[in-house]
């Protein structure tokens, strides 16, 4: 009894300990963003509530983080739809079709070799690539990048839920006289949409998170919203409030899509066991 009280406590120790250790820095941020940037240079723990740091950010003249959450949502969906139909296409053809065994392998292990190199490996090459034909600093340069260096994980993760689907299922569709295409609508895409919703909500926020690539191929009128939090870092001046506001802030739209991505996956997975 008393073993079993002393492990009890240990693992309430060790996951609460865990759970300081992440929630602890992201709740002093949030903190920052309603309070008086005095309190905040000074360490104050209790201070005055304000939303001074919340208009300075979003109605300020000096501060166009609307636009750079505009230019985050068009990124980030824009090469989320692109990532979700290659990579759900491409998990159908690689898993359900006749490809031979050495071209599938061959090509998801230069995938997953892409995708294990650092990004900062490859954001030089982007931007030379992209300088030299006049795309640099527009919406195709870092929507194509982020598509590209996104697809390898949404590929990876199709593959797994459309390998899990019975072939008997397609083969049988097939003995019925249905084409392939007909096969993906009929079949295959109503028993894998949860996978394309976690894929979905995955590749979003890892677009709508990314630094590296935006700040290499952005310009002014399309930087995204992790880049406009690092300007508020200055050469006399850091807009600690700002930026902290900005983190909050940024942080809604990608915590909203995961909680309403956990209800859908589930429902799809749901779904397809029952059928």
């Known amino acids: 009894m008393t073993l079993r009280l002393g492990s009890r406590i240990l ?18 941020v949030l903190s920052n963003a309603f309070k008086f940037k005095i309190d905040i240079i000074t360490g104050a723990t209790i201070s005055p509530f304000t939303w001074i740091n919340f208009h300075e950010l979003l109605f300020s003249r000096q501060s166009d983080f609307l636009t750079n959450l505009l230019n985050s949502a068009v990124i980030g969906i824009a090469s989320t739809a692109i990532v979700i139909v290659v990579a759900t296409m491409a998990a159908f053809t690689l898993t359900c079709l006749n490809v031979r065994p050495w071209v599938r392998w061959a090509l998801l292990g230069w995938a997953l070799l892409f995708h294990m190199l650092p990004t900062l490996t490859f954001v030089g090459s982007w931007y030379l690539m992209f300088s030299s034909v006049g795309l640099h600093g527009t919406y195709f340069a870092v ?3 982020h598509a590209v260096h996104n697809l390898p994980m949404a590929l990876f993760l199709m593959m797994s839920f459309v ?8 083969q049988a569709a097939r003995m019925d006289g249905c084409s392939y295409g ?17 894929a979905t909500a995955l590749t979003f926020i890892f677009s709508w ?45 990608a915590l909203l899509l995961i909680l309403l991505g956990q209800n859908f996956i589930v429902r799809g997975l749901l779904a397809g066991a029952v059928k």
Do not use: K
């Not at 693992?11 to 002093?28: K, R, S």
């Not at 609508?185 to 976690?198: D, E, N, Q, Y």
């Not at 009128?221 to 300007?231: G, L």
């Open 11 to 28: 693992a309430n120790t060790v996951v609460w300990g865990y759970a300081l250790v992440i929630l602890g820095p992201t709740l002093w």
């Open 143 to 145: 929507i194509m990048t």
């Open 163 to 170: 390998g899990a689907l019975p072939r008997e299922l397609i």
């Open 182 to 198: 007909q096969v993906f609508w009929r079949i295959a895409f109503p028993l894998v949409r949860g996978g394309m919703i976690a």
């Open 209 to 253: 998170s990314d630094f590296a690539i935006s700040l290499t191929l952005t310009s002014r009128d399309t930087m995204t919203v992790p880049v406009a939090i690092a300007t508020f870092a200055q050469e006399y001046d850091i807009r600690y409030g700002e930026m902290a506001a900005g983190t909050l802030l940024s942080i809604v739209p």
